[in-house]
């Protein structure tokens, strides 16, 4: 694949809103598609999501309640995961029984720390990034006062040097080796929600189980983004959301990774009818009997709707060629948003922003994600500077007026991702151009 390859989306499912729908005002062509660059966090709908729900809509207006177990697609909603789950673990890199789809992203967090988080007086302390994402925070934090732990001496953060913004390799791995004896649990997200950093997975793994710690992973910005091999590299557990990268909807329905090495040792402690053999389920026995492996774990029989519009996205990621072709189109396209930032006469060089963030001479912007390929995903992450200035605000308003949709992250930083399934190299080229002309405008 080369950059001429990227004027056409790789997928035609995907229709992003017009400039008109999302509020763009100042776009000289009426009924224009918007350049969309906010996949990080939340896809866009694709049309096999559209085409499944409505079949679901239809089932359930036809057959009500026999589409449990006689669905007009042959898709009986009893069993509507079992087309999810070979496509979670081809996503992850997993069996098909060391994955479930269900939940919420932190309900799923909580149900696994609630199995893998198992403090003791010597080894109690949870090892995580700092300013991780907020539901993050809190759930480790309440986790750690369930236990009857205070989360100012339990939870153990791992923040940048000095004038850097992301994490160093060897400063995570230093980290698990001083405190390794006091640690439970290292839990990291896969790629950083702000900064865009994807941490090197394998190697803290293997760290944290070198030093006797669980490690598990919230994967909600690597899930759908980056090639993941959690069964190879040993992780004990993962959680993920699907509405991002993995395009099923607002609030879209979530999955979790169980390695197989425990499916005979931690057996679901908070039970639900749905994780219960499917051979007995519907006999209403006393006792519980899970599925074996990470499905277990379900509780409630799930939304077939949120099932039906991830069912739909990941048809579209296996048609593609998965995580392989989606990986290559991706660095392409980030590599090409990057280096074209960078020769923006308003890019300041980290190591300069960071020296003095707060006195610039003049409006300029400097990207926070790391700049070697290996070490993030689809999304960068820019700082508008001087820090505190207001300037963020100002270029997020004009790129808005003029179709360009990122995500912006009070007070200077505004996120910028190009989703390979639909993203082109014009997009990138176009949310450039406007970024420009909008530091422009500034200097009036």
Request: hydrophobic share 40%.
């Amino acid at each position: 694949m080369t950059i001429s390859d990227l004027h056409k989306p790789l997928s035609d499912q995907f229709t992003p809103p017009t400039n008109e729908q999302i509020g763009a005002s100042a776009h000289p062509e009426p009924g224009k598609s918007s350049v969309y660059l906010c996949g990080n966090s939340l896809g866009l709908l694709s049309k096999r999501s559209d085409l499944v729900i409505q079949e679901e809509l239809n089932a359930w207006r036809t057959r009500a309640v026999v589409g449990h177990f006689d669905h007009p697609k042959g898709r009986n909603w009893v069993s509507y995961a079992d087309a999810i789950h070979p496509l979670f673990a081809e996503v992850v890199g997993a069996t098909e029984k060391e994955v479930a789809c269900m939940g919420t992203l932190t309900t799923n967090l909580h149900l696994m720390m609630d199995s893998f988080y198992k403090p003791t007086s010597e080894r109690y302390k949870i090892l995580c990034e700092a300013k991780a994402f907020p539901s993050d925070q809190y759930a480790f934090a309440s986790q750690a006062l369930a236990h009857g732990y205070d989360p100012a001496d339990a939870i153990i953060e791992v923040s940048p040097r000095e004038g850097e913004y992301t994490l160093r390799e060897e400063d995570i791995l230093q980290a698990i080796e001083d405190n390794g004896s006091s640690i439970a649990l290292v839990i990291f997200s896969g790629i950083q929600y702000y900064t865009g950093q994807w941490f090197p997975m394998q190697s803290v793994t293997k760290k944290a189980k070198e030093m006797g710690c669980i490690c598990g992973w919230d994967l909600a910005h690597a899930f759908g983004n980056v090639p993941l091999q959690l069964h190879d590299w040993d992780v004990d557990f993962a959680v993920w959301c699907t509405y991002k990268y993995g395009n099923s909807g607002p609030g879209g329905i979530a999955g979790l990774f169980v390695h197989e090495k425990w499916h005979e040792v931690e057996r679901p402690k908070f039970a639900g009818w749905w994780g219960h053999e499917l051979t007995t389920r519907f006999k209403m026995p006393p006792t519980f009997s899970p599925i074996s492996g990470a499905q277990g774990f379900q509780q409630s029989n799930p939304c077939i709707l949120a099932m039906a519009s991830l069912l739909g996205s990941l048809q579209i990621f296996k048609e593609v060629g998965m995580l392989p072709a989606l990986r290559e189109r991706s660095l392409l396209l980030t590599g090409h948003l990057d280096k074209m930032l960078r020769e923006s006469k308003y890019f300041v060089p980290p190591s300069k922003a960071a020296m003095s963030p707060d006195n610039a001479n003049h409006p300029g912007f400097t990207i926070i994600t790391p700049a070697e390929p290996e070490s993030r995903g689809a999304q960068l992450s820019l700082a508008f500077l001087p820090l505190g200035a207001g300037n963020m605000v100002k270029v997020f308003d004009y790129l808005v007026k003029h179709g360009v949709i990122g995500d912006e992250r009070e007070p200077d930083v505004i996120r910028l991702a190009p989703a390979p399934l639909y993203n082109t190299i014009d997009d990138v080229e176009a949310a450039v151009k406007y970024l420009n002309e909008a530091f422009d405008s500034l200097a009036q």
